[in-house]
């Protein structure tokens, strides 16, 4: 949820206070914000994403022409501006990925301000962004997740701590939940029957269906939790009766990775890559695990087969005896 302060004044709270345009242009994002809150119901994550490199291209633009910008002068930029702002995103050391999400989110928001008649600039569509290198999402055997879910208990001395660990990793690797999807569940979240609701990225719900073993973790957790419970507090405690933070939970893992003996690619989010790799490998279809995961496009969801496919031909390369005496 984003800042009630951020919301309402976000010119004044938040990465949009660091903005240096004249007023125009900071009506105009504060506008935007709210359209992205409310109208578009985005994460506050994807909020805060935009905020941040919306201001960071615009005071580009401040030091690059030597004044604040106006809506006319966000309209008049040329080819060469925009350029000018790759090339010093280059020299920062910015990596490829940082660099092509921050021009997707100049598209963004121009596409935003022609839509809505604050001002024009297709310069920014001729604008060539660099290619992002193609990366397979990590996953664990099978043999690795089911062991790091199964012993995650033993890394604290208190109880209810090592099955609230479980159960949440249970949510992570056996559901394919998204970490902060998980830390956002509350009391009245929790599954009754065979099936809970998710809500993901930009608010929206699905409904995943929930193994026997899951629930038992939950409600294992929950009875053994020294804090009462409340339909609207949160699910997934810290030690002192808070929302457990990510944070937290990122080094949970990060302790079963070193005591597994497990490679720095083993995070949260690998147990959900792990779900679906998993999941695709035992016969599963693109679509059911598109729905599981709640990806908007079947594109996404069409990665892990390229890491089935990848495994495949490591299995050959290194069983075959063909393949063997090629090499």
């Known amino acids: 949820m984003v800042d009630a302060k951020i919301i309402n ?3 004044e709270y938040g990465p949009l206070a660091a903005l240096q ?20 119901r985005s994460s506050a994550h994807t909020i805060d994403s935009y905020s941040r490199d919306i201001v960071d291209f615009i005071n580009f633009i401040n030091t690059h022409q030597g004044y604040k910008p106006n809506l006319n002068d966000l309209e008049s930029l040329t080819n060469l501006d925009f350029r000018s702002y ?9 990596s490829r990925t940082t660099i092509a999400r921050r021009m997707s989110s100049l598209r ?18 001729s604008v060539r962004t660099p290619k992002i290198p193609k990366s397979l999402p990590k996953a664990l055997t099978m043999e690795d997740a089911l062991t790091m879910v199964r012993s995650v208990d033993q890394l604290t001395d208190e109880p209810w701590i090592g099955l609230r660990d479980h159960a949440l990793l249970m949510l992570l690797y056996g559901a394919g939940l998204r970490i902060a999807e998980a830390l956002a569940l ?20 699905r409904v995943i269906p929930v193994l026997c073993e899951i629930k038992s973790a939950i409600l294992a957790y929950n009875k053994a939790c020294p804090f009462p419970e409340k339909p609207n507090r949160a699910l997934f405690l810290g030690l002192r009766g808070k929302r457990l933070n990510a944070g937290v939970a990122q080094k949970t893992v990060r302790q079963m990775r070193l005591l597994l ?12 890559h792990s779900f679906a790799t998993h999941l695709l ?16 496009s ?3 969801t069409q990665r892990y087969t390229e890491v089935d496919s990848a495994k495949i031909r490591s299995v050959y390369q290194g069983a075959h005896p063909r393949a063997k005496r090629q090499s």
Request: positive net charge; charged residues 20%; contains cysteine.
């Open 9 to 11: 004044n976000p010119l």
């Open 21 to 40: 345009a004249e007023p125009a242009v900071q009506q105009a994002l504060a506008k935007w914000h709210a359209w992205l809150a409310f109208e578009k």
């Open 86 to 94: 790759l090339a010093h995103l280059a020299k920062a050391n910015k």
């Open 108 to 125: 963004t928001i121009f596409k935003y301000f022609e839509r809505e008649g604050v001002c024009q600039n297709a310069a920014i569509l």
């Open 186 to 205: 509350n009391i009245s979240d929790r599954p009754e029957g065979d099936v809970m609701t998710i809500t993901g990225k930009g608010n929206k719900q």
């Open 261 to 272: 003996g497990l490679n720095n690619t083993v995070t949260p989010h690998a147990l959900r």
């Open 281 to 296: 490998a035992g016969g599963g279809d693109l679509r059911t695990i598109q729905e599981l995961l709640g990806h908007a």
């Open 298 to 300: 079947l594109s996404t």
